[in-house]
């Protein structure tokens, strides 16, 4: 008796398969030294590409559990931090220029504004220190994705090996 695959399980195969394919080409940028432009345009398509995570883990709650649209919906802060920092690296015209934004933007909510600005940018104008802090909560949320791909790629592993036993145990 053969099963097919159901929807869902595409689905989660397709996020799985998405965040590690990010995670690879992050971590490539960070090996490599590629042009201000590669690394610019590199940075702009992971950052796009970073939303279809959220985006897949929506449909995966309308297709299998509404879990999974919880988990999207709470991921969306994430994902935008790691856009947002990802293009705060290459450090050009751009990308201080939405690090200017950014820090007005912190800079205008009341009383919150001046830590978040501090913990987030380094402080109250760009500069080196705001380099660092992109790059550790960049890279922090690289690392985040990197345990999550190598969990979910084990579960599945041991959910296939657990099912290869049960039917060779049955059917002999």
């Known amino acids: 008796m053969t ?3 159901p929807p ?11 965040i590690a394919a990010l995670t690879v080409v992050d971590l490539a940028l960070l090996a490599a ?4 432009s590669q690394t610019e345009l590199l940075r702009l398509l992971l ?14 709650g309308f ?6 649209a919880v988990g999207a919906a ?3 802060p994430l994902v935008a931090l790691y856009a947002y920092t990802g293009l705060l690296l290459p450090w050009t015209q751009l990308s201080f220029s ?3 934004f950014g820090l007005e933007l912190l800079l205008a909510v009341p009383v919150l504004g001046e830590p978040l600005a501090t913990a987030l940018f380094g402080g109250f104008t760009l500069g080196q220190a705001t ?4 790059f550790r909560y960049h890279y922090a949320l690289v690392g985040l994705g990197l345990v999550g791909v190598v969990a979910a790629t084990a579960r599945i592993g041991w959910r296939r090996v657990a099912l290869d036993r049960s039917g060779n145990g049955s059917g002999g």
């Open 3 to 5: 099963r097919s695959t």
């Open 8 to 18: 869902h399980s595409t689905l989660k195969t397709s996020l799985v398969g998405l």
């Open 33 to 36: 030294t590629p042009t201000t």
């Open 47 to 60: 950052a796009v590409g970073a939303f279809g995570a959220p985006f897949l883990g929506f449909l995966l």
């Open 63 to 68: 297709a299998a559990r509404p879990l999974y």
């Open 74 to 76: 709470l991921s969306l």
């Open 98 to 100: 939405l690090g200017q």
């Open 131 to 134: 380099l660092r802090a992109a």
